[in-house]
Every structure is written in structure tokens, then in C-alpha cells.
């Protein structure tokens, strides 16, 4: 009998990952336009994004902030340092990321200028240096909560953190009924969709209409 109810919840549980990750997998990287590859640029963009989203405000807005700092051409910290503290302001209100908007400009300025100092603009140095976390919390504008949103995605080309599921997502899985443990919801899916799989439960937690969808899709 503990056999049986333990292959019927398995199956509930891939049931409902599998609903996540068909209607709401999709990462933050790739909802804000970037092609995560473990060079430059692409993770750059990707911290960018980080401290765009750990802010009070919402993620649409921060991930629409992220686009238009890019379309503007701001995706090196090169770039980002040359840019001038007003066009970064202008870009993050083209995105509409009005709240915080001058401060992050300064924040953004300074941490490409860290970048490019310590790290030679290259954040793959910061990961050959051992201590991803300790780098990502000196640069200005990224916390604990900025450093779970960047490794949470980065996971995706740093196999090395896999799986890493913060507490944001875990609070997502309960939210579905799923496993609040990062290695049971592992088991759940092929390594190469922990990313997916955590954007999904991040969104999960922070809507209880796509957890609402994602039940209802998956029939339990």
C-alpha cells in the first residue's frame, strides 16, 4: 500500500512539473531576451537582470528594464561604465523601472566599474576564483536575494550549482503541493530544466493565479 501511494504521488508530482514547465518554464534570462551562454556578455546581462528583479518592484517591469538597457547597448560592463549616469536613467525608464531609477543608474555604474577592476568585465573569472556568491554580494545593488535570481538562472550553464533552488522557489513547490526539498524536485526533471523548473516555481510563489493554472492543468 506505501508502495502504491508513493508511485501515485510521484506521478501527481510530474504531472505538475511537467504543467509548470509548459506554461510558465520559461526563464527570466529568456523572458528578458538574453541567450544564456557561459561567456561575457550573456551573464553580464544576466547580473543586470538580478538586481533589476531583487528590487521591490514587478518582475515585468524589471525584466522590460533589462531589455531596454540592452537595446540601448549597455550589455558589457564596458558599455554600462561609459554609458552616462543619465542615459542609464532614460533606459530604465523606457522600461518603465521609474522607482528606483536613479539610484540603480549609480549602482549599475559602479558595480560595471568593479567589474571591470577585479574581474576584467568577465564573471567567468569570479567562478574560476571559487566563491561565485562572496563576488556577486560586493558588486552595488546585489544582496542575498540578487545572488539566489542570478545563480538560480546561471545554473543553466554552471552545471556546478545544479540544483540550486532557493527558498523563493521551495516556497513555490508548496504552493503547488510539490516537495519543499531542491533534491526530490531535482528528481523530477532532467538536469538541463533545473532553470526552467526553478523560474517556474519562483512565479508560482509570487501568483497564486499561475499556481491556480498550473493545478488545474495538471488535474489535481
Same mark, same amino acid.
Given at each position: 500500500m506505501a508502495r502504491s501511494q508513493s508511485s501515485s504521488r510521484n506521478k501527481?508530482?510530474?504531472?505538475v512539473v511537467r504543467a509548470l514547465l509548459e506554461r510558465h518554464g520559461q526563464t527570466y534570462a529568456r523572458e528578458a531576451g538574453i541567450t544564456l551562454r557561459d561567456t561575457p556578455s550573456p551573464l553580464y546581462r544576466l547580473l543586470v537582470l538580478s538586481l533589476l528583479l531583487s528590487a521591490r518592484i514587478r518582475a515585468d517591469i524589471a525584466v522590460a528594464a533589462s531589455r531596454? #538597457?540592452?537595446?540601448?547597448?549597455? %550589455? !558589457? $560592463? %564596458?558599455?554600462?561604465?561609459?554609458? !552616462?549616469?543619465?542615459? /542609464?536613467?532614460?533606459?530604465l525608464?523606457?522600461?518603465?523601472?521609474?522607482?528606483y531609477d536613479e539610484r540603480t543608474s549609480t549602482q549599475l555604474g559602479e558595480g560595471a566599474e568593479l567589474l571591470l577592476s577585479e574581474y576584467g568585465g568577465d564573471l567567468r573569472k569570479a567562478r574560476r576564483d571559487g566563491d561565485v556568491?562572496? &563576488? =556577486? /554580494?560586493?558588486v552595488p545593488g546585489i544582496g542575498p536575494v540578487g545572488v539566489a535570481i542570478f545563480l538560480r538562472e546561471a545554473q543553466a550553464v554552471w552545471p556546478e550549482f545544479r540544483p540550486y533552488l532557493d527558498r523563493k522557489a521551495l516556497q513555490g513547490a508548496g504552493e503547488l503541493g510539490l516537495p519543499e526539498s531542491a533534491e526530490k524536485l531535482a528528481? #523530477?526533471? $532532467?538536469?538541463?530544466? #533545473?532553470?526552467? =523548473? &526553478? &523560474?517556474? #516555481?519562483v512565479r508560482a510563489a509570487l501568483s497564486s493565479e499561475v499556481a491556480e493554472d498550473v %493545478?488545474?492543468?495538471?488535474?489535481?
Amino acid at each position: 500500500m506505501a508502495r502504491s501511494q508513493s508511485s501515485s504521488r510521484n506521478k501527481s508530482d510530474k504531472a505538475v512539473v511537467r504543467a509548470l514547465l509548459e506554461r510558465h518554464g520559461q526563464t527570466y534570462a529568456r523572458e528578458a531576451g538574453i541567450t544564456l551562454r557561459d561567456t561575457p556578455s550573456p551573464l553580464y546581462r544576466l547580473l543586470v537582470l538580478s538586481l533589476l528583479l531583487s528590487a521591490r518592484i514587478r518582475a515585468d517591469i524589471a525584466v522590460a528594464a533589462s531589455r531596454a #538597457l540592452s537595446d540601448a547597448g549597455m %550589455r !558589457t $560592463p %564596458r558599455r554600462m561604465a561609459d554609458a !552616462t549616469w543619465q542615459q /542609464r536613467v532614460d533606459a530604465l525608464g523606457e522600461g518603465g523601472y521609474r522607482r528606483y531609477d536613479e539610484r540603480t543608474s549609480t549602482q549599475l555604474g559602479e558595480g560595471a566599474e568593479l567589474l571591470l577592476s577585479e574581474y576584467g568585465g568577465d564573471l567567468r573569472k569570479a567562478r574560476r576564483d571559487g566563491d561565485v556568491a562572496k &563576488a =556577486l /554580494r560586493e558588486v552595488p545593488g546585489i544582496g542575498p536575494v540578487g545572488v539566489a535570481i542570478f545563480l538560480r538562472e546561471a545554473q543553466a550553464v554552471w552545471p556546478e550549482f545544479r540544483p540550486y533552488l532557493d527558498r523563493k522557489a521551495l516556497q513555490g513547490a508548496g504552493e503547488l503541493g510539490l516537495p519543499e526539498s531542491a533534491e526530490k524536485l531535482a528528481d #523530477l526533471v $532532467p538536469k538541463d530544466d #533545473l532553470a526552467r =523548473l &526553478a &523560474a517556474g #516555481l519562483v512565479r508560482a510563489a509570487l501568483s497564486s493565479e499561475v499556481a491556480e493554472d498550473v %493545478r488545474e492543468a495538471a488535474g489535481v
